[in-house]
């Protein structure tokens, strides 16, 4: 179930990183879910760092710490991704 859970918060996060970027992303959605499971795995390090790991109710600011963080690795991760997809494209033609 585990696993699950991180998939789920990984396609939310990176969806919601995806919208909030302005510009068009075009790494497949596949990507942006491992983008996304990436940033809530730094946002809690972070959390964790700051913490804020834990608190009584809904954890407000690790869930800020993750969603910043994945928009910070879906925005590089794109440009990382073009970058690599951009040169394969120049080597076929």
Do not use: C
């Not at 909030?20 to 760092?49: C, D, E, Y």
């Amino acid at each position: 179930m585990g696993w699950l859970w991180a998939i789920i918060v990984g396609f939310v996060l990176g969806l919601i990183a995806k919208a909030v970027i302005p510009g068009k992303q075009h790494s497949p959605l596949w990507l942006t879910t491992i983008f996304g499971m990436l940033g809530a795995i730094a946002g809690n390090a972070i959390a964790r760092a700051v913490g804020v790991e834990a608190t009584r109710g809904i954890d407000w600011w690790r869930h800020v710490f993750q969603l910043v963080a994945a928009i910070i690795i879906v925005g590089v991760g794109d440009a990382a991704y073009m970058a690599v997809r951009g040169n394969r494209r120049r080597e076929r033609a």
